[in-house]
């Protein structure tokens, strides 16, 4: 195998290294990317075997381990946060549970947002806490909280920004510094904005957590995640996967690195609509608030400005009800809808539609909704890459 990518990779801009970055030929010189379906390497000889097994010699053992189609993908989206070392795995959710289980030990105590994906607070909340580890949650926008909330064994703090659905925009710089104060470690799930809109690292995190089923595939296909971050901190992720096996698929990460090549015009395109879309619902008397971190109306407007590119593909909207029933005038919107699908995933070409009240955060008590914000008129759009025009129609049936 001849490893194609440049050696001053670091310097090619985002688009470039998300088409080359990574990339490596076989003795065949295919000019696409290929996929190794293969759950174990063959060795030349007996101290072959034994030099790779001790660590001695590099090279692909057995698929939990390394794959070299999971490998390209690792090095291109490393290349593409500027991080030293990515471990890819099977889904975002076993990324974060690798990255806990590689950084952390009983005893220890985690900070994290209280705006965090419902399956992270569960993961945190009732799988963590059995093992010794315990997550106390802080504003994602009140930086003294977390401050506030650190303890002597405080090893890890846990953000996510833009936060859904509310797009609650955290400091990552201001964070990172609390962090960095008292020892801790800032993990990032950069999930609704990828590399292309905002990179943690370059802000003082630690680590960056990918759901790549997300806006890395782009078209709702596949589930991956990703860790990434320092060699000294990937070295226990990487021990972790590679024993309890969360690995991600060949066929997996050859559907993300085809993603990943088209991920800087899709969400230039997933912002420019989203935008549009905000816009209009400004517009719209049956709306009561929009949220959006690119509309200068959103409050924390100038830190999104500064810390992301644009405001990304995720847009909230309070639907307007004269008779107090929020819930009645959003499922209104959302059961008028034709082109938009009625589903909870995002980051897809195809428009999204939920209630988060009812699907997403339906599990938590209606005062924890409420002390969250989020309303019985609450509506999610993940906006995908139709004409906006069509999407703006298929909303304005319901809000008429
Ligand atoms: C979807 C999602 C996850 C979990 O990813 P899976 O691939 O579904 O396991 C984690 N964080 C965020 C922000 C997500 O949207």
């Given at each position: 195998m001849t490893n194609q990518s440049d050696q001053a990779a670091s310097a090619y801009q985002p688009e470039t290294l998300a088409v080359h970055a990574g990339t490596v030929r076989s003795q065949f010189g295919e000019h696409s990317e290929a996929m190794f379906l293969t759950s174990s390497f063959v060795f030349e000889n007996a101290a072959q075997a034994a030099a790779r097994f001790i660590g001695e010699q590099p090279g692909n053992i057995y698929a939990r381990f390394t794959n070299p189609t999971v490998t390209m993908f690792e090095e291109r989206l490393a290349a593409m946060e500027g991080a030293e070392q990515c471990v890819a795995t099977a889904s975002g959710m076993s990324a974060i549970l690798a990255c806990v289980m590689g950084l952390l030990k009983a005893g220890d105590h985690i900070v994290a947002s209280r705006s965090i994906f419902g399956a992270t607070i569960n993961l945190f909340n009732n799988i963590i806490k059995k093992f010794g580890v315990e997550t106390t949650f802080v504003s994602a926008t009140d930086v003294a909280e977390w401050k506030a909330a650190v303890r002597p064994n405080t090893k890890l703090f846990f953000l996510e920004t833009p936060s859904n659905p509310l797009t609650e925009i955290s400091d990552i710089t201001a964070i990172a510094a609390v962090a960095k104060q008292c020892g801790a470690l800032l993990a990032v799930d950069n999930c609704f904005c990828t590399p292309i809109l905002q990179q943690p690292f370059t802000l003082g995190a630690d680590i960056v957590i990918h759901s790549?089923?997300?806006?890395?595939?782009?078209?709702?296909?596949v589930l991956g995640g990703a860790v990434l971050g320092r060699k000294k901190n990937m070295e226990g992720v990487y021990q972790f996967l590679r024993t309890a096996g969360p690995t991600m698929s060949a066929f997996n990460a050859w559907i993300f690195l085809k993603g990943l090549e088209t991920l800087k015009i899709r969400m230039d395109a997933h912002s420019a609509n989203a935008l549009a879309l905000a816009h209009w619902l400004e517009t719209?008397?049956?709306?009561?608030r929009v949220f959006y971190p690119g509309l200068p109306s959103h409050p924390q407007h100038q830190l999104a400005m500064k810390q992301q590119k644009t405001g990304g593909g995720i847009v909230s909207f309070e639907v307007a009800s004269s008779r107090g029933n929020g819930k009645a005038a959003a499922w209104r919107v959302i059961d008028n809808t034709r082109l938009l699908s009625i589903t909870a995933n995002l980051g897809d070409t195809k428009t999204t539609i939920t209630h988060p009240a009812s699907t997403t955060h339906a599990r938590i008590t209606p005062e924890a909704r409420a002390a969250a914000g989020i309303t019985d008129g609450l509506i999610r759009i993940a906006v995908g890459l139709e004409a906006v025009v069509d999407i703006q129609n298929d909303l304005a049936r319901g809000l008429a």
């Open positions: 790549a089923t997300k806006y890395i595939d782009g078209q709702g296909r719209q008397p049956n709306v009561q």
